[in-house]
């Protein structure tokens, strides 16, 4: 069984400039979290979804950073006009309902020159 | 205030043990999970509790005592390759949403 696909593993951008992330879930899981997790500190969720709605996005930084999963099984976290405040690694996970147990993706790393 | 708080660091010596601690706050407690992070790697699910005592699993070992809002994961005849970060994280009803909140995790060190 695959596993959570995230890409691109590695992004460095200026400040200011626009990145979008991806994350494939495993295959029939519903529900699909983002977290952020700076060097040295556990993942901070930023947004959750079951299928295509958004369960919990308080803790998205709505100025700048969204998020979407159309169709219930693949998603995009996107980061606008990126500060350097904002280098960390974005982590996806999925579950099987509000699951006890997250399967993580890799990680795409963040780097804001 | 609600919270998952753990020692930044441990250090142990191959073929003792180690226990990691945790200690949570929260309004609406639903469970307790850890998860092992090699360095540069995702998180890896090791262990869900919700009720209190120790729950063995062999190499890993979780105890939870809710009512003191503490649980400690212990890893037995500890191997160099046990050397990662030990995240704890808490499920909280009280959020509304069944948050699960991490702490900041454990850097465990095993030296030879």
């Known amino acids: 069984e695959a596993g959570v696909t995230q890409s691109p593993r590695y992004a460095v951008l200026q400040e200011g400039q626009a990145v979008s992330f991806w994350c494939d879930p495993i295959?029939?899981?519903?529900?699909l979290y983002w977290y952020q997790q700076p060097r040295d500190q556990g993942p901070q969720l930023l947004v959750y979804?079951?299928?295509?709605?958004?369960?919990?996005n308080s803790q998205l930084p709505s100025d700048r950073f969204s998020a979407v999963r159309p169709k219930g099984t693949n998603s995009t976290l996107k980061i606008q006009s990126a500060k350097q405040g904002d280098t960390a690694t974005y982590l996806c996970?999925?579950?099987?309902?509000?699951?006890?147990?997250?399967?993580f993706g890799e990680g795409s790393r963040l780097i804001v020159v | 205030g609600q919270g998952v708080e753990q020692p930044a660091k441990l250090m142990s010596v191959e073929g003792t043990f180690a226990r990691v601690n945790c200690t949570y706050s929260?309004?609406?407690?639903?469970?307790l999970s850890w998860y092992q992070q090699r360095e540069g790697q995702a998180p890896v699910f090791l262990s869900y509790?919700?009720?209190?005592g120790l729950k063995d699993s062999g190499h890993f070992s979780t105890f939870l005592s809710r009512s003191n809002g503490y649980s400690y994961l212990l890893l037995t005849e500890l191997q160099i390759k046990d050397s990662a970060s030990y995240l704890c994280?808490?499920?909280?009803?009280?959020?509304?949403?069944?948050?699960?909140?991490f702490g900041k995790g454990t850097v465990l060190l095993v030296s030879p």
């Open positions: 996970a999925s579950s099987p309902g509000v699951g006890n147990t997250l399967y």
């Open positions: 295959s029939g899981h519903d529900t």
């Open positions: 979804f079951r299928d295509e709605a958004v369960i919990d």
């Open positions: 929260t309004s609406g407690f639903n469970g």
């Open positions: 509790v919700v009720l209190d």
């Open positions: 994280a808490v499920r909280d009803l009280g959020s509304g949403y069944n948050k699960l909140t």
